[in-house]
């Protein structure tokens, strides 16, 4: 019989046992180290006992609900998080993207799709490995006293201070810097940091925009780095040295 390699390790905050049950053997069938939770105390002493890659958390958890708990995830730790929404409502998935959440689920939803979120949010967690006998290239960005590090994923601000950014953030930003002065519609740019095409209710880039331009704007009101072009998208005005 063939060997499912372990891959990371994932913790399944869902109070629902039916669920948990179901998602836990899927994914340990595809090689995960599969965690679980019913509530947040159960979740925060999981957490303190294993090192946990990501983290599957509903919506609708009964006391402390998962909005909370991903508030707490994001100010505590740089855990990836995937949020599972109630009947798709899009007000839900915005919400949990505004504090902090990489991707959503809506339930019901189909194992397969799940997998596929769980991976591509694990992959851009990441910074890209390279062969062991390959040289890693610096890829460093320098823009209006920041520097921007997108092999190591730091930022810096011109103060010197290290600003965190969530993994949708990191892509974001990483797509702007990569393409200044040119407007990014939101489908490029929701297929460049999600790999998925928007929806009709998808608001998921201007939700990441609104979060980025806190940590980088002066005045997130009135912003300078980050401005939106109506009708077509955004552009990042800063200019942008290499290296």
Known sequence: RREIPVLDTLLVVVD???IRVLVVGYLTGQGYHVLTAGDGAEMRRQMAATAVDLVLVDLGLPGEDGLRLTRYLREHTAVAVIIVTGKGEPVDRVVGLEVGADDYVAKPFDLRELLARIRSVLRRARPVQHAADSTPTPEVMRFAGWQFDLGGRRLTAPGGSEVLLTTGEFELLAALVRSPNRVLSRDHLLEATRNREAGPFDRAIDV??????????????????????RGAGYIFTAVVERG
């Open 16 to 18: 629902e046992e039916d």
């Open 208 to 229: 990441q925009v609104g979060r980025l331009r806190k940590k980088l704007e002066s005045d997130p009101a009135n912003p300078q780095l980050i401005k939106a072009v």
